[in-house]
């Protein structure tokens, strides 16, 4: 801080930015100290008694107001404070240059400080259910459970009793382990702050299913024992399942045939019909010549203006006719090679 009046320079630690200390350096009553800027923006000491330093701004000036105290001896007090005292605030960084002389400069070093998000939580249905988010700024002293926790009872501004826990609930506690920055600098372990009596309940309803797990586990193990017992029983079922579809698979095989062309040739010379050249549908048998003459339908549109038979010539063909059962089956995989 500068005395500008008095052209004299004091650079102050952060820590002694306090009411008290101020109140004595400008003589003024500590209950009526508050501080303006440049733009003549109030600022007012904290409920401690603090001035907050990240507020103000590094190399501006600020002007200090509050209430003369009243001295003894007033021919020592040349000038009443009835105007403000103007003064800058200087935050020293490392590796500034030093002043020159008649000005009095200290080398101070601002704590390093850290981010943490902790977030306001209820348990419901057994489960944390978020609703506001807080994000606190911290130093190294202050990484501990009681520091932090203060913080966001005073970010959230509720009265009642708050428990730091895990994401599953756990209550956080002040240990070696959660003492320092290594543990609340990681954002991506998450922090809640729920209400105690919520933590309570919960703890009680994971004892009380714990213990009926207990209970169970004998029935349970049966449980198991029962359905596997029952899968093997089913596997049985597969395995024979499985064999008959390959019995099926073994007989639905198809069969490649491997005919020379006068053998497909003779062949098209049976299963022919003489009257339509086509394949033989329902074939017609002739006792006369012994052979397959032609298809029914065929042979009989022939026998109402024939007589004799299409193939040897033979009179009286009525009474040589004779249907083939079954045969049309046995021709139907040979349609491909007579056509």
Request: with cysteine.
């Amino acid at each position: 801080m500068e005395d500008i009046a008095e052209s004299k320079r004091v650079t102050l630690r952060p820590e002694d930015m306090t009411a008290q200390k101020i109140s004595v350096i400008f003589q003024v009553q500590r209950e009526s100290v508050f501080l303006t800027d440049d733009s003549n923006v109030a600022l007012f000491p904290r409920p401690d008694g603090d001035f907050n330093s990240f507020d103000m701004i590094s190399r501006a000036h600020y002007e200090v107001h509050g209430d003369p105290i009243v001295a003894e001896k007033p021919a020592m007090n040349p000038h009443a404070i009835d105007t403000p005292v103007r003064f800058s605030f200087n935050r020293p960084t490392l590796g500034s240059s030093s002043s020159t002389g008649g000005t009095l400069r200290a080398s101070y070093s601002a704590p390093k400080t850290f981010v943490r998000n902790v977030f306001n939580a209820e348990i419901i249905n057994g489960k944390l259910e978020t609703s506001k988010m807080v994000t606190l700024r911290f130093t190294e002293p202050e990484a501990c459970v009681t520091s932090i926790l203060t913080k966001v009872k005073e970010a959230l501004g509720q009265p009642g009793s708050l428990v730091l826990t895990d994401s599953h609930g756990n209550e956080i506690l002040d240990s070696e382990g959660t003492r320092g920055s290594a543990f609340w600098k990681q954002n991506s372990r998450k922090v809640y702050a729920v209400p105690e009596e919520q933590v309570a309940a919960l703890q009680g309803n994971k004892r009380k299913r714990l213990s009926r797990r207990e209970d169970n586990g004998l029935q349970d193990v049966m449980f198991d024992i029962e359905e596997v017992v029952e899968a093997a029983q089913g596997l049985q079922e597969v395995s024979k399942m499985i064999k008959d579809l390959c019995g099926g698979a073994k007989s639905t095989l198809m069969m490649t045939l491997t005919l020379s062309e006068a053998e497909v040739a003779s062949l098209k010379e049976v299963f022919t019909c003489l009257i339509c050249n086509g394949p033989l549908v329902t074939p017609v048998f002739s006792t006369c010549c012994r052979s397959l003459i032609g298809c029914k339908e065929c042979v009989e549109t022939w026998n109402t203006s024939h007589e004799y038979c299409p193939k040897c010539r033979s009179v009286d063909l009525e009474n040589n006719l004779h249907e083939v059962a079954g045969l049309s089956q046995a021709l139907t995989p040979l349609k491909k090679m007579l056509n």
